[in-house]
């Protein structure tokens, strides 16, 4: 960049000899010629108008969603199990996801969800499913574990995800009558058999299967009226199967399938658009 009486000459690597003619032309005809052979378009202007103003939108909410921190829950369900989660509340009520994890990891599984849902105003309920996480103890003090879990325990799934639905409606940032719930490998199927409850408005399954411990969503989601965003890796062939099945039942569901044989939260992780789409399927959905 070549400074001379005012005027900035950008010479770039196709144009260095144009660019270093002008350059004497404007030192012969002073800073006036210069600015009026350089003078910026006015339609430059107004898009950079614009992009600072979506710069700054996005660096907004960015920092509001960073400002947001988690406040610990914990929900009792009809049988005694304490439910503990996260609670990131927005300042006025606000649509709201519940997140539900995969088979034998935490809430923590949700993490590279957080952020960017948080930054399009979304609150979200994050919790630990029965048996996992801090979701371990009876309200008498015993511990339970998955790993111990027999046929009837994995069925009282769906409702624990019916106890957060209905508690959902007495926590602060939550409009309960715009709910959505995410579900991932196990959490998705329990998602799904809960898809017909009335606060919620869509559901996104990660990697749902026709039967995960005896929790089996098919039935649920025929002639469901609801938007369903599905997704499976090609590789999770039982996955894969199942959603190419399902997509069928709705006329609101629509599926993604993904070059990888990641499966549940793992495909949170993946070199892909599965976060991008989740969040603007949600803006769209709950914010409309």
């Given amino acids: 960049m070549i400074l001379d009486h005012g005027c900035f000459i950008l010479l770039s690597k196709d144009s260095h000899e144009l660019s270093r003619s002008d350059f004497q032309q404007s030192r012969r005809g002073g800073g006036q010629n210069c600015a009026q052979r350089y003078r910026r378009p006015k339609w430059t202007l107004a898009v950079g108008a614009l992009l600072l103003a979506v ?4 660096l907004a909410a960015a920092v509001n969603a960073a400002a947001i921190k988690p406040q610990r829950e914990a929900l009792q369900t009809s049988d005694g199990v304490i439910l ?3 609670l990131y509340a927005q300042k006025q009520k606000s649509p709201t996801v519940i997140m539900l994890h995969m088979l034998g990891r935490s809430r923590q599984a949700f ?26 103890y009876r309200k008498d003090k015993s511990e339970i574990s998955y790993k ?3 046929a009837s325990d994995w069925a009282k799934l769906p409702s624990d995800a019916q106890t957060v639905i209905a508690d959902a409606q007495k926590l602060p940032g939550v409009d309960g009558a715009k709910l959505a719930i995410i579900g991932s490998s196990i959490g998705a199927n329990t998602a ?3 898809s017909g409850d009335s606060h919620l408005k869509a559901l996104v399954l990660l990697s749902p299967g026709q039967n995960y411990h005896g929790l089996q969503p098919e039935k649920y989601l025929k002639g469901l009226e609801k938007p369903v965003l599905m997704f499976a890796g090609k590789g999770d062939q039982d996955s894969a199967r199942a959603v190419q099945q399902w997509q069928k039942l709705g006329t609101k569901f629509k599926v993604e399938l993904l070059d990888t044989q990641a499966h549940g939260n793992d495909l ?4 892909n658009n ?4 989740i969040t603007a399927f949600l803006q769209a959905e709950l914010k409309h």
């Fill in 55 to 58: 710069s700054s939108s996005l």
């Fill in 111 to 136: 993490q590279p969800l957080i952020a960017p849902l948080l930054a399009q105003g979304l609150t979200i309920i994050n919790i630990d499913l029965r048996g996992h996480g801090e979701s371990i």
């Fill in 148 to 150: 111990n879990f027999a």
């Fill in 268 to 271: 949170l992780t993946q070199r």
């Fill in 274 to 277: 599965v976060i991008a789409e």
């Fill in 84 to 86: 503990v989660g996260d």
């Fill in 192 to 194: 799904a058999m809960v």
